[in-house]
């Protein structure tokens, strides 16, 4: 049977890849997409049928909001039956949120969405920005009988491409800016792409679902050595938050002092949700494992287990933005829905 030419849109929302630098004044502006396999002649060589759409105004990643969330999946909605992948050219600063947010929003996804970006701008001598977008689309395009071998929302950075709300950026001045310190890659790029079968989401039979409905009324509190009681009660009486991400110190592990204790249990019993997650970059919540955690447990604080902080705020954003009741709520955040997680 032959294989039919794979076709993959290409969006670009801003960020350091599509910057080119003016010959006579030296700033740095966005190419024109248009003249796209001008500026990558390389990308003339693959049988793909390649489209592109360009934000009319592009975003520097630091002001990326949901908004622009819900306008990404809008556009792979109404592309989703067009095109057989997807890559999304964006900012590293915020990509793994993003990441993330859609990785959620598009829930039943059968076709490979890669984020990618640089730390140099295409118009560079050095950019990292041609690799990194001519593997996006070559991993978007492939298929093996008919079929993608990746089904879900990914990173790819120097060399390898990861399951992206398993990521954070870690360094802002290597090429090598993410990690998945918990999750595998799933797939290196080296003579050949090298693909970590076993580490990836199987293919599912179900219609593409698109959730666009998110909130945002959340805070984060992360602990530190001395953190007071002023401020940590200021912190969860906030006006309107939903929901508390507690960045805790190793294994879920916090403070037992008895004032600590009682403004958590205060605002549980208000109906806030409280998520436990990690500070360390790799490893995961055990609540009850310590003493100083097991208090936690006791309350109603809920285990994220070794979800990122990127991962754990777009969750959070996603479920408050759905029709869920408070135990369905609990339930599906600790719950592994798109890979987000170990159980």
Request: proline share 3%.
């Amino acid at each position: 049977m032959k294989q039919k030419k794979s076709s993959v849109l290409l969006i670009y929302t801003g960020g350091t890849i599509g910057m080119m630098q003016d010959l006579v004044s030296g700033e740095l502006k966005p190419f024109d997409f248009n003249s796209l396999t001008k500026q990558i002649p390389e990308l003339n060589k693959f049988a793909i049928n390649l489209s592109s759409i360009a934000f009319k105004k592009p975003i520097d990643s630091s002001n990326m909001q949901p908004e622009v969330w819900v306008e990404l999946a809008e556009i792979i909605k109404a592309n989703y039956d067009k095109h057989d992948g997807f890559v999304i050219l964006h900012g590293s600063d915020t990509m793994s949120f993003t990441a993330s947010a859609l990785s959620f929003m598009l829930e039943n996804l059968n076709k490979p969405v890669i984020l990618t970006g640089s730390q140099l701008p295409i118009g560079i001598i050095r950019t990292d920005g041609k690799e990194n977008l001519i593997t996006a689309i070559e991993i978007a395009a492939t298929k093996v009988k008919n079929k993608p071998i990746i089904t879900e929302v990914c990173i790819y950075f120097e060399y390898k491409l990861y399951r992206g709300n398993r990521t954070f950026k870690y360094n802002s001045s290597h090429f090598d800016a993410f990690k998945s310190p918990n999750y595998p890659a799933l797939a290196e790029a080296g003579v050949d792409i090298n693909y970590n079968n076993n580490a990836l989401i199987k293919t599912n039979s179900k219609k593409l679902k698109v959730h666009t409905q998110l909130n945002n009324d959340i805070v984060v509190l992360k602990l530190f050595p001395g953190i007071s009681k002023k401020i940590t009660s200021a912190i969860l009486n906030l006006k309107g938050i939903k929901a508390i991400i507690l960045e805790t110190f190793g294994a879920g592990n916090a403070t037992t002092e008895k004032w600590f204790t009682d403004e958590l249990k205060k605002a549980i019993n208000k109906g806030i949700i409280i998520l436990n997650i990690t500070q360390c970059s790799e490893g995961k919540v055990i609540q009850g494992m310590y003493e100083t955690s097991s208090h936690l447990k006791k309350i109603g604080v809920l285990s994220g287990s070794d979800m990122t902080y990127e991962s754990a705020v777009t969750k959070l954003m996603f479920l408050l933005g759905q029709k869920l009741n408070d135990s369905q709520l609990k339930k599906q955040l600790i719950s592994n829905l798109r890979g987000e997680l170990t159980l």
